[in-house]
């Protein structure tokens, strides 16, 4: 492990798949940071010091310099320190990653929320819109990425894919809620290949939340949720 | 100019900030490239082909390959053509500079936008919250940016400078509609004056849209919102 000079520190929830990106990069890279886990309902000083506008975790303090948004620490992460790579090297290889990591946030993972959160037909109709959004992403995937290779990224894991797989878990959650697998081998082929290849790693072990605590924050947010919408 | 082997088409059309940012940027860089004004009311089937999932402008073709998304764009442009650079070396500069660019896209832009397709007191609401973005916004560029340049990204425009004066007749077309300036020497010192040094760019000229074109499309929005919530 790495030990970086002027510090690294990571500000972050166990729960948030952004905050687990971001911890995935780190470890991936070899380098060692602290963590520090931020309660959301009484914010740290140093979170709101560090991310006055938005006031969110993950922020990654380095040598005092706060670094916010989980896309641009990544990218951050990733041209500080160098090995493994978590981009390709060719432009245009890199903007197809960054299109459909973009795309993942902003489609897909709406889409799984709307299971969670909804109820009776809203969540037929959520799951109806997850299964499209599945469907355009593993679509995606078996057009951009070359198969044989157990990461979108190659040998080992990359941007696109620890976005991902840091929700993976986030699948057997949305299983129980529905009582239907979802994302498997045939309706997702590539997608649930690429998450098999990942959970085989340690740090996959080591950094995502257990399935427990996560069905648990998932039922507080349903909950929250549906009695704000009665 | 420099004629880019394989060809180089955007597709676009002449309102959208988010393609004039595209435009400008190969225009900084020097690169020739062919310009397919879309119709959005009846987009081409290569803007379909080429943008199947968003469906949007701008796209970019760079030798047969589609690149989509205004900043995945632009950090294209800047990785295939050096010089001169549009973003800085540093990444922790580079992060500060993508943190501001996505928040003036999702925060402040939409912002300006509340204030076009509101009337009465939401429309009130709408101009005060422009007016906290804006606050929120350049002291933001006050605390990152260097003064005694005459953009954020030096002697040249980068990212943000593109992202922040693609838009930037929207604040007369603004100013018009309420009849009182928003953007101004007293309000925005940093803004005001990064716009005033980017006017007297050629490239400022030739590329955004007139202020009576872009009126007319402000008032065609207003009509079209204002109608649907009736």
Redesign the interface.
Known sequence: METVQGGLKLHGTRDSPFCARVELALKLKGVRYEYIQENLNQKSEELLRYNP?HKKVPVLV?DG?P???S???L??ID??WKEPRLMPVD??R??RI??WA??YDK?FAPAGRGIIVQKGEEQEKAIKEFKEQLS?LEQ?MEEEFPLGQPFFNGETPGLLDLVICSTCRWFTVLRELVGMSLVNEETAPMIFSLVHSFMELQIAEDTLPQHEKLLAHALRMREKALNSSD
């Open positions: 506008i380095h310099q670094i916010v948004e896309f641009v620490i990218e951050y041209e500080t432009p245009h890199r903007a960054r299109f973009d795309y489609e355009i995606g």
